[in-house]
T-cell receptor
C-alpha cells in the first residue's frame, strides 16, 4: 500500500513567485493535514481537511496560503506570492476518519526555499 | 491550549548506552501523547503513543515511554542505543476533535549515536 506522497520534494523559488505543493494521502483516509517546519523551529499545524471540507485552518499564517482538496482526494497548498519567511519543510499527513488518538501517517515533506 | 517542551535539541549517546529523551507537556484536558521519529530523508514515523491506558507504553525498536501525570512528562527511553537510532525525535500532544486529531509538536531532539 502506498504511503503519503508529496511533490515536489524540493522547490527553490524567488520572492514574489508562486509555488504549489501537492499531497496524495493514503487511499481511504478522510483526514488530511498540512504542517510546516521552519528551520530551527517546531513543526506547526497549518490546517485539517475532512474529505473536501476544511475542518480547521487556524494555523494558516496569512491569506497568501491557499489549500484545496477538491474531490476529497489529493490536496494542494499554494503560496502566492512567496516571501522569505515561507521557507521551510511542509509536511502532509493523513489518517482514517474518527481516528481519535490514531496514528497520523506523514509524507517525506516538501522543502521550500524562497530566495 | 496545549504545548510541548523537549529538553535538549541535540543528544549524543554511545552505542549500547541508554537513550533518554525528555518531554514535558501542558494540556488543559487529559492528553494523548505521541513520540514520532524522523530518519534521514524520510517522513515522520510513529514510535509509540499514550491513550490513557497503561502509563508505561512500549513502542517499536525497543523504545518505551512513561506517562507521569504529576510531572506532566512523557520521557522516551531505550536501554541500549544502536547506530540505526540516529534520527530526530519529536514528542507531540493531541487536541482531539470529532473527526481526527491535531498534533502540537515539541521542537525535536536530534540523536547522534557514537560507535
Amino acid at each position: 500500500e502506498a504511503g503519503v506522497t508529496q511533490f515536489p520534494s524540493h522547490s527553490v523559488i524567488e520572492k514574489g513567485q508562486t509555488v504549489t505543493l501537492r499531497c496524495d494521502p493514503i487511499s481511504g483516509h478522510d483526514n488530511l493535514y498540512w504542517y510546516r517546519r521552519v528551520m530551527g523551529k517546531e513543526i506547526k499545524f497549518l490546517l485539517h481537511f475532512v474529505k473536501e471540507s476544511k475542518q480547521d485552518e487556524s494555523g494558516m499564517p496569512n491569506n497568501r496560503f491557499l489549500a484545496e482538496r477538491t474531490g476529497g482526494t489529493y490536496s494542494t497548498l499554494k503560496v502566492q506570492p512567496a516571501e522569505l519567511e515561507d521557507s521551510g519543510v511542509y509536511f502532509c499527513a493523513s489518517s482514517q476518519r474518527f481516528s481519535g488518538a490514531g496514528e497520523l501517517f506523514f509524507g517525506e515533506g516538501s522543502r521550500l526555499t524562497v530566495l | 491550549a496545549q504545548s510541548v517542551t523537549q529538553l535538549g535539541s541535540h543528544v549524543s549517546v554511545s552505542e549500547g548506552a541508554l537513550v533518554l529523551l525528555r518531554c514535558n507537556y501542558s494540556s488543559s484536558v487529559p492528553p494523548y501523547l505521541f513520540w514520532y521519529v524522523q530518519y534521514p530523508n524520510q517522513g515522520l514515523q510513529l514510535l509509540l503513543k499514550y491513550t490513557s491506558a497503561a502509563t508505561l507504553v512500549k513502542g517499536i525498536n525497543d523504545f518505551e515511554a512513561e506517562f507521569k501525570k504529576s510531572e506532566t512528562s512523557f520521557h522516551l527511553t531505550k536501554p541500549s542505543a544502536h547506530m540505526s537510532d540516529a534520527a530526530e525525535y519529536f514528542c507531540a500532544v493531541s487536541a482531539l476533535k470529532a473527526a481526527g486529531n491535531k498534533l502540537t509538536f515539541g521542537g525535536g531532539t536530534r540523536v547522534l549515536v557514537k560507535p
